[in-house]
């Protein structure tokens, strides 16, 4: 049976005891029923009062039987709450402690600082690709959601250097800080900055002139929703078959068309050859967008001469499959 439905059970039984205690003296001893329920308390909880008045022999005989059975269900009750209790604590502490076991397996994942509607959107884009990640959250209300989502998080702020050292941010290859408060931005990115200075660092703006502060911070790049909903309103009355273009490219779910990045790793067969000597094209059916140089620089549309080098990230547009087979070639199977 249930923790639970037994001390309900029990609760019941103690109350029926406690109220036949109460009309057993009411009845017995003639008292009163608040003198009666007094006798009853002080009898079931063993606190050794003496008795309210003397009684008689049947009030001896009632008060004897009334301590074998209420005693038993007192002790009975206090055992199952205890039991609840402790194992209710025990499973939260199995959890936290399995929980935080998973987080220091990480490695080269990204820290998403913030639950709320933003950080929310970006955790659901990671679990669809996936990509693994932990969330930061100060928020008791969500931690419970965190859960029941399988998703691992670590409670505390975000500003917080131990915080951060929980989440693993020495072997992280990102942070996300998607607090709504752009001074929290700003404290997230300047203590993550300082604990790993490799740490490739986004953050959320909500006003303009809170994007170079969190540049000088040292945020990598700076996102503000407001300003991308905003445009991609525009464009869609603007340009809507471009939107809708970029909508089905961009989409995880997405089965006909996909736009994706690929690394162009040391040990890779396209390192070193043109787009044209790989055959990207006629094998694959894969269209080279744009070539992002290991200096930043970026060739749009770049020609059928163009070589790729390794660390080249080549912004690609194709089928998921075949997408699929051109990145097991950037990183480092055969042609």
């Not at 109350?15 to 329920?37: C, K, M, N, R, V």
């Not at 049947?58 to 402790?86: H, K």
């Not at 078959?241 to 961009?250: G, K, M, P, R």
Request: charged share 20%.
């Amino acid at each position: 049976m249930d923790t639970v439905l037994r001390i309900r059970i029990s609760l019941l039984t103690l109350l029926g005891i406690s109220f036949g205690g109460t009309l057993g003296y009411h009845l017995i001893e003639g008292w009163s029923l608040f003198d009666a329920f007094y006798m009853t308390v002080i009898t079931l909880a063993t606190v050794g009062f003496h008795e309210v008045r003397s009684m008689s022999d049947a009030g001896r005989v009632f008060t004897i039987l009334l301590i074998v059975f209420g005693t038993g269900t007192v002790a009975y009750v206090a055992g199952n709450g205890i039991q609840l209790m402790l194992e209710g604590q025990l499973r939260r502490m199995l959890g936290r402690i399995k929980l935080e076991k998973k987080i220091n397996k990480l490695k080269a994942h990204y820290i998403v600082c913030g639950y709320g509607r933003i950080g929310q959107l970006i955790c659901r884009e990671f679990m669809a690709h996936p990509v693994p990640f932990v969330v930061v959250e100060r928020n008791p209300e969500l931690w419970e959601k965190l859960q029941s989502e399988n998703i691992l998080f670590v409670r505390g702020n975000a500003t917080d250097d131990e915080v951060l050292h929980q989440a693993g941010i020495e072997r992280a290859s990102g942070l996300i800080t998607a607090c709504t408060s752009d001074s929290e931005n700003v404290y997230i990115t300047l203590t993550a900055r300082g604990l790993n200075p490799e740490l490739f660092i986004m953050a959320r703006s909500g006003e303009e002139t809170s994007e170079k502060k969190l540049l000088r911070a040292g945020a990598n790049k700076v996102i503000s929703p407001y300003n991308i909903g905003a445009a991609r309103m525009a464009q869609g009355i603007l340009r809507p078959s471009v939107v809708d273009f970029i909508e089905i490219a961009t989409a995880g779910h997405n089965l006909e068309l996909q736009l994706e990045e690929i690394a162009v790793q040391e040990r890779s067969c396209l390192a070193g050859h043109s787009l044209v000597d790989s055959e990207i094209r006629k094998n694959h059916g894969v269209i080279i967008v744009c070539i992002k140089k290991r200096d930043g620089r970026m060739i749009f549309n770049p020609a059928s001469e163009t070589a790729m080098e390794a660390g080249d990230i080549l912004i690609t547009l194709g089928k998921p499959q075949a997408i699929e087979r051109l990145e097991t070639l950037a990183c480092g199977a055969a042609l």
